[in-house]
């Protein structure tokens, strides 16, 4: 499976602030998807996030809230805009194999929202 | 509405037990499922597939699926303490959705 990194991989941030997450994938992929997993949470799908197209976001996820680029095959960046404490969370990107039903997880970043 | 159901735990084995962990999902549109380990404060990770209706072994994980009863469970024999962890299921629905949907996992303590 393919070794992902992300970036910070936690942070301390003020309201009303933002912060962009990297994900870093070390071969290509067509396929990226973000998560977020709010404390004693599952998963909950934020976006996913394919190369050559602009990103599909889940139903409550909206672009100005969560943009997200994608610039090559190797790389994405989720945004966290206008940050408040309900925002304080774990946020995760994937990379999926297949028809991306087999997905492979980074480490996550731990966010805390003041 | 596609879900995924999961009992949340504790549940509790001891050393050396075998270990249950079930699941159930609400739409025969998946063919694709999946057991994810997560330990506190790491990311899930990949253990174990199933496509076919049956079971699936690989060392001590054996994944079972029954599509007529919309049933996943997983086992994990001669548990270890080290097996302590929170266990995801997920089932893939294609098409149109093309997303992963997650229960909200269980969370298995092995006694030492």
Redesign the interface.
């Known amino acids: 499976?393919a070794v992902i990194s992300q970036k910070p991989s936690r942070d301390i941030c003020q309201r009303g602030t933002s912060l962009t997450i990297q994900c870093q994938v070390d071969s290509q992929v067509t396929m990226m998807?973000w998560y977020r997993q709010q404390p004693g949470?599952?998963?909950t799908?934020i976006a996913?996030a394919n190369q050559g197209s602009e990103a599909t976001y889940?139903s409550g996820f909206v672009i100005d809230k969560f943009p997200i680029s994608r610039p090559n095959l190797t790389f994405s960046t989720l945004t966290v805009s206008n940050m408040s404490p309900e925002d304080s969370s774990?946020y995760?990107c994937s990379v999926g194999q297949g028809?991306?039903?087999?997905?492979?997880?980074?480490?996550?970043t731990r966010l805390l929202v003041l | 509405q596609k879900e995924v159901e999961q009992n949340s735990g504790p549940l509790s084995v001891p050393e050396g037990a075998i270990a249950s962990l079930n699941c159930t999902y609400s739409d025969r549109g998946s063919q694709?499922f999946?057991w994810?380990r997560q330990y506190s404060g790491?990311?899930?990770?990949?253990i174990m597939?199933i496509y076919s209706n049956g079971d699936k072994e690989d060392g001590r994980f054996t994944a079972q699926l029954n599509k007529a009863s919309q049933y996943v469970s997983l086992l994990i024999r001669d548990s270890q303490p080290s097996d302590s962890a929170t266990y995801?299921c997920a089932a893939?629905y294609?098409g149109a959705t093309?997303?992963?949907i997650?229960?909200?996992?269980t969370l298995l303590a092995v006694q030492p």
């Open positions: 499976s998807f949470q599952s998963l799908l996913t889940e774990i995760l028809k991306g039903e087999t997905q492979y997880f980074g480490p996550g | 694709s999946f994810y790491k990311s899930p990770e990949l597939s995801l893939f294609g093309n997303k992963l997650f229960g909200t996992g």
